[in-house]
Structures are given as structure tokens and as C-alpha cells.
Nanobody, 118 residues
């Protein structure tokens, strides 16, 4: 059974940092492209970043240079390190199996809330 379980969200001030984690019991994440997606209140889902199974990465333009996607194969866990957070980064963040064009076709978790506010 495919499961994706996110954690690490919270309330942070503008300019702060957070690291999100996504555990994946049931399948090996290194065999797939894995993405982070976010959904702000009142808006549709927005793709944020993908870590391809060949280690290459891609990012939404507005988070380039501030977010880093990575994985720990031993822990079978996907991460999203977020720095210099802005109020517009406030959203429910969830991980998904798949890349920028097909993440919505596959599995995703329940999400973890990130709120950037002073």
C-alpha cells in the first residue's frame, strides 16, 4: 500500500526556515520522481519542486535559491529545506509521487501546513 506521510510544518516568521519531511512506507522513493506541491488558501495546487530518480532537480521559479529538495535513501524519506521564507509561501505542502507533469495522477500525502507570518 502506497503511503506518503509529511511532517515538519509550522508557524515561522518571514525570513525564517523550515525543513519538511515525507516518509514513504510501502515503496522505495529512489525508484521514482518525487515532488513537493503546495496549495494556498483559496487557490489550486501549485507544483514546487521535483527530485528525479536520476538525482536531477527542478524548482518553481519563485522558490529557486531558497528551497532545496533532497532525499535520504537509508531513511526512504524526501525532504524540502526552505529558507528565507515569505508570506506568500504560506500553504499546505504535500509530497507526491511523480514529476511536474504527472504528480496529480499518482499518490500524494495529506500535507503539512506552513504558515509564514509575523
Amino acid at each position: 500500500q502506497v503511503q506518503l506521510v509529511e511532517s515538519g510544518g509550522g508557524l515561522v516568521q518571514p525570513g525564517g526556515s523550515l525543513t519538511l519531511s515525507c516518509a514513504a512506507p510501502g515503496f522505495i522513493i529512489s525508484g521514482y520522481s518525487m515532488s513537493w506541491v503546495r496549495q494556498a488558501p483559496g487557490k489550486g495546487p501549485e507544483w514546487v519542486s521535483t527530485l528525479y530518480n536520476n538525482i536531477k532537480t527542478s524548482y518553481l521559479e519563485s522558490v529557486k535559491g531558497r528551497f532545496i529538495i533532497s532525499r535520504d535513501n537509508a531513511k526512504n524519506t524526501l525532504y524540502l529545506q526552505m529558507y528565507s521564507l515569505k508570506t506568500e509561501d504560506t500553504a499546505l505542502y504535500y509530497c507526491a509521487r511523480g514529476g511536474p507533469s504527472n504528480w496529480s495522477d499518482g499518490y500524494r500525502g495529506q500535507g503539512t501546513q506552513v504558515t509564514v507570518s509575523s
